[in-house]
């Protein structure tokens, strides 16, 4: 198995990360009112990773990320990048489990689960991150920046360029801002073709 950042720490391999996501009771919560837990959909050896907050009821339903109407925009603007849920990408969550009536995951909820998302991208090594929306965003990067101080420049998780953009959740309430959302794809995918000149 590959090395995480942290030295001395062994990455699980995908069967076991895999099983420990499928049987995790870590949020007492989460563990009992969800329907499945949803690892995350795709290519496992993907330059693209595609990161947003939480599964919803349809999520939770199915056991696979973006599967609702947001996910069909989210497949959507893969689309646009030459992308498809095979090939290319994977879709992950901060959160594996639906927090009830889809409310903000807790701190302590994401910190939790914080292990299972770097098992994945320590074994993808992606070269780019696009997170969807301000709370994926603030997760992944530890901050509080709003999202409008966070899009449109490069940022950086473990080594890996991060671009964040608007949860397709919000461009169907807000259409016009699908023009900036496809700004910061054209950027992610700038630092892609960047990263894969080195
Ligand atoms: N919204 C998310 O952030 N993730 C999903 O998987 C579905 C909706």
Redesign the pocket.
């Given at each position: 198995p590959r090395q995480a950042d942290a030295p001395g720490d062994r990455v699980p391999d995908w069967e076991t990360l895999s099983r420990q996501v499928e049987t995790c009771t870590r949020c007492a919560e989460l563990a009992s009112s969800r329907t499945r837990t949803?690892f995350g959909v795709g290519d496992r050896q993907a330059p693209w990773l595609f990161i947003?907050?939480?599964?919803?009821a349809e999520?939770d339903r199915r056991g696979e990320?973006?599967v609702?109407r947001?996910?069909k925009l989210l497949d959507s603007m893969l689309a646009a990048l030459g992308l498809t849920r095979g090939e290319g990408v994977y879709i992950a969550?901060i959160l594996k489990c639906r927090p009830p009536g889809n409310r903000d995951p807790k701190p302590e909820e994401a910190d939790a689960c914080r292990a299972f998302l770097d098992g994945q991208v320590a074994l993808i090594r992606p070269r780019v991150i696009v997170a969807?929306?301000r709370i994926?965003a603030q997760n992944l990067l530890a901050t509080d920046a709003a999202l409008g101080a966070l899009r449109g420049q490069p940022l950086n998780y473990q080594g890996i360029p991060v671009v964040v953009t608007y949860?397709p959740?919000y461009l169907l309430r807000k259409p016009l801002d699908k023009r900036k959302a496809w700004d910061d794809l054209c950027l992610a995918r700038r630092l892609m073709t960047r990263a894969a000149d080195q």
């Open positions: 949803v947003g907050e939480a599964p919803g999520e990320p973006f609702g947001a996910g969550n969807l929306g994926a949860h959740a």
